[in-house]
């Protein structure tokens, strides 16, 4: 099953079943074409804890190494972004680059997870865009400046159960129509699960967080104007456009 936030057309705001073969939401017996409502964020994160490295070959591309444990970072809540929306990059950056992700959203307070468990605290899985400026993630410790911007993390269109989803699912990125990423579940280093656990170590997961699973090779630089689209198997497809001030 997959689900979706959306502003009906009275303009309240509701949590709707989509339907895939029609591209349409129900909600209280009632039917809506997407055309007609506004897809929203799927959920309302407290927090986005972002995980880098989680995949080799990404982590070859950028001369890094693979971390011993899972090398966690974070986005607040202004980073939030819908599907179909115009995300304003920050201006006078050489370097501003999409990174497909598998979304965790958490579904009930979570501490201390065990791994064998954890499982039974998620709602589901969505689309996530890890946007980042690597200008100043080049340059500072905790990535505030490189990854916690404004619009830095587009999120949606739905939450797809993990009945939904297969355990290799894959992970793409395409810029302009072009596919630049593909990649699969079964390639990360460390699993949903081994990232629930060792997340709840350290901090108490909300209902609608975000856990941003890591992203497959071939990330790469936005432009002014450009159309991403971020597919997970199972889930759909998450579409937004940037813009670039002119610095």
Request: charged fraction near 30%; proline fraction near 6%; charge should be negative.
């Amino acid at each position: 099953m997959k689900h979706v936030r959306f502003r009906d057309p009275a303009g309240a705001v509701r949590r709707g079943e989509y339907h895939d073969d029609e591209e349409a939401v129900s909600f209280a017996g009632e039917t809506y074409d997407l055309e007609s409502v506004d897809v929203l964020a799927p959920c309302e994160p407290s927090k986005i804890v972002c995980v880098g490295r989680n995949y080799v070959e990404h982590a070859d591309e950028m001369d890094n190494d693979v971390p011993d444990r899972p090398l966690l970072f974070l986005k607040p809540p202004n980073t939030v972004a819908s599907h179909g929306s115009d995300v304003t990059l920050p201006a006078g950056k050489d370097r501003l680059d999409f990174e497909a992700e598998l979304g965790v959203v958490v579904g009930e307070q979570a501490k201390h997870l065990d791994a064998e468990d954890a499982m039974d605290a998620v709602a589901g899985y969505t689309c996530v865009n890890d946007v980042s400026n690597r200008d100043d993630q080049r340059e500072e410790t905790n990535w505030v400046r490189g990854k916690a911007f404004d619009g830095a993390a587009p999120i949606g269109p739905v939450v797809a159960t993990p009945d939904e989803v297969p355990d290799d699912a894959h992970v793409r990125s395409f810029l302009n129509g072009d596919r630049k990423q593909d990649g699969s579940l079964d390639q990360m280093v460390f699993s949903v699960p081994e990232l629930l656990a060792e997340i709840t170590t350290y901090m108490t997961l909300e209902p609608g967080d975000v856990v941003a699973t890591g992203t497959p090779a071939g990330v790469g630089r936005l432009s002014d104007g450009d159309e991403v689209r971020v597919e997970v198997e199972g889930v759909g497809a998450l579409e937004h456009t940037v813009t670039i001030p002119d610095a």
